[in-house]
């Protein structure tokens, strides 16, 4: 079955470093994609990013990129030079198999940008 | 692009009334668009997926009869919660599915609304 495991409940980074949030997926299908959400507080899911299983780079969005390593099924975020706005929760989640568009989400991680 | 809007932003009603949400893709057609129920402090739960001009297909555990869903346009889902009771109070949120490209490469990116809260009195 297919699954999105997000292993760090909350994380802490200082103003303007970066910091990487870990997302391990399990699929047997070879075409898939891969999404990255912030939710602030507000409660808007905000798309960040996208990574598809055929493409050979790492998806990157401004200060945001993925980086993708199909062996060890992970696509972890990375965002760079963090600010006091990205202090969000942040889901990554899974197009499921099958032709429904349906998403499989992690948990989440809540992440708090200190000053 | 890809705005997704959802309306009302929040509603409070008496118990035993029903409450409609509104999902509107304002710049694309979207012929799928979602429904999820997120409680505090917890990811998002799929209460079901909408296709436009046909029936929504719900999820395990979701009663249809009191979440209805229409989605009478490319533009428009809306949720009815008929009958709602304090434990339907909860932060409702719709996406509309936006797909680029061609399969293996296509995307199917849910764009999300802004998301409603339902107080239940």
């Known amino acids: 079955a297919q699954k999105i495991t997000q292993t760090q409940p909350g994380m802490f980074v200082q103003e303007k470093e970066a910091v990487t949030l870990d997302c391990t997926y399990d699929t047997s299908d070879q075409s898939y994609g891969l999404f990255w959400y912030k939710q602030p507080s507000s409660g808007e899911m905000i798309f960040l990013i996208y990574q598809g299983s055929y493409d050979e780079q790492n998806a990157t969005e401004g200060r945001y990129s993925l980086n993708f390593q199909k062996a060890r099924k992970s696509a972890n975020l990375v965002i760079s030079a963090s600010q006091l706005g990205d202090s969000a929760m942040y889901f990554c989640?899974?197009?499921?198999?099958?032709?429904?568009?349906?998403?499989?989400f992690g948990t989440g991680t809540r992440l708090k940008v200190l000053a | 692009g890809a705005v997704v809007s959802q309306h009302p932003s929040w509603v409070i009603c008496k118990s035993g009334t029903s409450v409609k949400i509104e999902c509107r893709s304002l710049?694309?057609?979207?012929?799928?668009m979602f429904w999820y129920r997120q409680f505090p402090k917890q990811s998002l739960m799929l209460m079901a997926t909408?296709?436009?001009?046909?029936?929504?297909?719900?999820e395990q555990g979701v009663e249809k009869d009191k979440f209805l869903i229409n989605h009478a346009s490319l533009t428009l889902s809306t949720l009815t919660v008929t009958s709602a009771h304090p434990e339907d109070s909860s932060f409702y949120i719709c996406s509309a599915r936006l797909g680029t490209g061609d399969f293996p490469r296509s995307t199917d990116t849910q764009y999300f609304g802004p998301g409603t809260r339902l107080t239940v009195l």
């Open positions: 710049d694309f057609q979207a012929t799928t």
């Open positions: 989640a899974m197009r499921e198999k099958g032709g429904t568009y349906k998403y499989i």
């Open positions: 909408s296709n436009e001009g046909s029936k929504a297909t719900y």
